[in-house]
């Protein structure tokens, strides 16, 4: 029997709603198949909740067409299943019977349930052969599951061979520090681990779409090694946080470059730390700072101290100063500059630990100042950010949250540059910055004892120029303008301090600046002394420095525009210490003459290699006068007009009163010291002739004819010929102002004398006047107006006393003849008073 089958419900009852299918081979005469519903109008739908759910949407007049329909359906099924019954009656009426005589047969043959309705026999048999195949075929099988779930796992493998490779991968790319490497391939490792468990979501939702078919097997795959992927990430997971620790850590280092920082926050802003890593850097790098900037003006103190305790504790002595300030001035007269910082003395020595501590701070500040500064500066300006399409949530919110620390950044910037400023202000003594510049002098410790105005003009100028250049680098970054401020604040109160230490050390040292002299002559001019020189060096070089300190440039005698004017604060406090040491200076000249010449320096040879060097015996107070004087004259000519012009050039002022304030003092000193030579030469001559003239050898009144002229005439002329070798070999320009003195001196000596002579003779009045003729004529290039007005009262003298009664020839023929006995005279002592012959 080859009948139709139904596909339905097992219980009719339950449900009207059935498909027909037509085989192939069907014996249906007619082929028909009944209709199918429309799937909205379905019999089948019986469920209440399901057909609320399905039409609740519907509107009402298509519910009424569809409950219509239904009642056609349901009468058309109906009527199809009379015609089927009626047309296949002998059929059902054949299976009837047939069923009945099998089930007679049944009872016949004892089928029934004690008997499994006689298949317990088979059942035993195929039970014996399941067993029997159990034991042949279970190992086989077993095996065979072993092996599928073997090369499941490799298939697995292989499908996810990258995955499973990416921790040694990593920990081979970190050794070689690949980082462009690390991160890709953790988040390709990332993105396959997303990817399965978007397919397994997948397959939780319970999707039959056949085009993912394939994906619900990966998924499924997925699912079953779960827990190795999970394993297998943890460790990528670890591996890469002991990486970002390192790398942070690496952020911490501050001898790295700050290239290599600058790739190490890259590196980390892509791993999408929890942590900022710029402002973990920035943090890290500002107390770093902070601590070396401290640590290392706390190590550079101590070098100080301990520097103070080792090196011989200075006795004071002033000579000691000076020879000091001599070697220097000595030192920087020739550019020598390295014997200036060579030398062993404490002074020096605490100068280059203090050149150090300026140095030391200052490379601090630029080494690690422009790198914080730079990264800072990306930072505010959102350099290290992402473009937004990609940026996740909360790295926006990250970054909102570091541009919010702009302000801070700039803080802690400022705190750096505060920072070195008290650190120097603290060192130099400085005021506070809220301090004027005007405040009350304080004592600067680190200045050295004993240490000369030369050398603290270089170690300062020196130290100025570290910090003035570490500033300027400092400006060039364009930090925030407040701290631009501090720094200016910084360089003005330092060059004040500087310019304060400087005028106090240059007045100082111009108070004991006469030790240096030796009375060496110049070798240019041989009337002056070296000392001349040495102060010009030391005046000028002072006065540069201080003006270089003042305007933070240099003094220059060739080129006068390079010169910028400076403020009256300055102008007034240095031009106080300029002609301070000049004052200073002159009051050293008048000391140097009447103190005894001690030598700075000892010294083996003997006295008379001495003279043969300075050329003058500096122990003879009559040598000290000529030549100081010469120093006066070359000072007022030359070196006073010189020194002022260089002031006013790079000072852009004028000091025409004071120069002539101190032309004035210097023609006082020269004044004073002329008199006190004058007048011992005075006196030894006023001796001669007054004891010529009036001590009785001579009878004025009754003397006969000259013979000759008498010895005390040859005596005072001859004290003249000793000043003038005097005079000439010391300052040969002296020669005429000094005998020209003396000479005035000595007419109005002898004027005196022959005034206290009662009466002349013939014979004594004609001896007055050849000797005093014979005088005026030796000397007559040194006679003056002055002196002219003397001669003639003398001359007026002896006739007013002449007596005329004791004329007993003509008297021109004896003035004739004592014209006579003056020329030979003159002759036979061309010779001895050759000196005073006018050269032609």
Known sequence: MDPEYWVGENDVRKSIRYSYVERPNSQIGNGASVGVLDDRWSLDDTDPLGLKKIHKDTSYNDLLAGAERLRYTLDQKSEALRNLVQDNFDRFVSAKNTIDTVYGEMKTQSLNVDNDYGVRGLDNALFEAINRAEQVFGPVLINRNKAEKIRSTLSVLEKYKFFFNLPSSLM????????????????????????????????????????????????????????????????????????????????????????????????????????????HYLDSQYKFIIDLLKESYQEQLNKIQALKKSLPVSSGDTKELALRLKNAIRAINIRDYDSLIAGKDMDVQIWKATLDVVKSLSDLLLRCLPDFWKLSKSFMEGKFQKSPAILSANRRRRQAMDLRKVEQCQNMAKGVIDLYASLLSEFFSLPPLSASQDSAHQTSSFIPLQSDSVTTCYFLTKILNGMSEC?????????????????????????????????????????????????????????????????????????????????????????????????????????????????????????????????????????????????????????????????????????????????????????????????????????????????????????????????????????????????????????????????????????????????????????????????????????????????????????SKEAQETLQLIYTTIEQLYDTTQATGNLDSELSSVKQLLVESRKNTSLQFLCFKKLK
Not at 613 to 626: A, C, E, M, W
Not at 665 to 691: A, P, S, W
């Open 172 to 279: 081979e790319s970190i050794k070689q520090q690949n980082y462009d490497v690390i991160i890709r391939d953790y988040k390709k490792g990332k993105v396959v681990l997303e990817s399965t468990m978007s397919s397994d979501t997948s397959e939780n939702n319970g999707s039959s779409n056949p085009s993912t078919e394939r994906e619900v097997d990966d998924t499924a795959l997925s699912a079953q090694y779960r827990k190795v992927f999970d394993k297998v990430w943890a460790e990528i997971e670890k591996i890469m946080e002991e990486m970002r620790e390192q790398l942070f850590k690496q952020l911490t280092e501050p001898w790295r470059s700050m290239e290599e920082q600058e790739r190490t926050i890259n590196v980390l802003l892509e791993l999408d730390t929890l942590e900022d890593p710029i402002w």
């Open 471 to 783: 500033v300027n680098d400092i400006n060039s970054i364009n930090m925030a303008s407040d701290v631009s401020y501090a720094l200016q604040r910084l360089m003005e109160q330092t060059r004040w301090k500087f310019v304060e230490i400087i005028c106090e050390a240059w007045n100082s040292d111009a108070k004991i600046f006469y030790l240096l002299e030796d009375w060496s002559l110049d070798q240019d001019n041989r009337e002056i002394t070296n000392f001349l020189r040495n102060f010009h060096i030391f005046h000028k070089y002072n006065s540069r420095s201080a003006y270089k300190i003042a305007s933070l440039g240099y003094v220059s005698d060739d080129d006068d525009n390079k010169s910028s004017r400076i403020s009256d604060a300055y102008l007034q406090k240095i031009k106080g210490a300029f002609l301070d040491s000049l004052y200073a200076y002159l009051d050293g000249l008048v000391h140097l003459v009447f103190s005894e010449y001690t030598p700075l320096e000892s010294c083996d040879k003997e006295p008379t290699e001495i003279i043969q060097k300075f050329k003058i015996d500096p122990k003879q107070i009559d040598s000290r006068i000529l030549l100081t004087i010469s120093n006066l004259v070359n000072l007022k000519q030359l070196m006073i007009p010189r020194i002022v012009s260089q002031f006013e050039t790079a000072y852009q002022c004028s000091l025409a009163d004071d120069t002539h304030t101190l032309n004035d003092v210097i023609n006082q000193l020269d004044g004073i010291l002329f008199e006190d030579y004058m007048k011992r030469r005075t006196q030894n001559i006023r001796d001669i002739v007054v004891k010529g003239i009036l001590s009785g050898d001579v009878d004025w009144y009754n003397i006969s004819k000259p013979t000759e002229v008498h010895s005390f005439v040859y005596e005072a002329l001859l004290s003249l010929v000793i000043v003038h070798a005097q005079v000439n070999d010391i300052a040969k320009h002296l020669v005429n102002r000094t005998l020209t003195a003396l000479l005035e001196n000595m007419a109005r000596d002898c004027l005196e004398a022959f005034q206290k002579v009662e009466k002349f003779g013939m014979g004594g009045m004609l001896q007055a006047t050849l000797e005093i003729e014979f005088m005026h004529q030796t000397l007559s290039q040194y006679v």
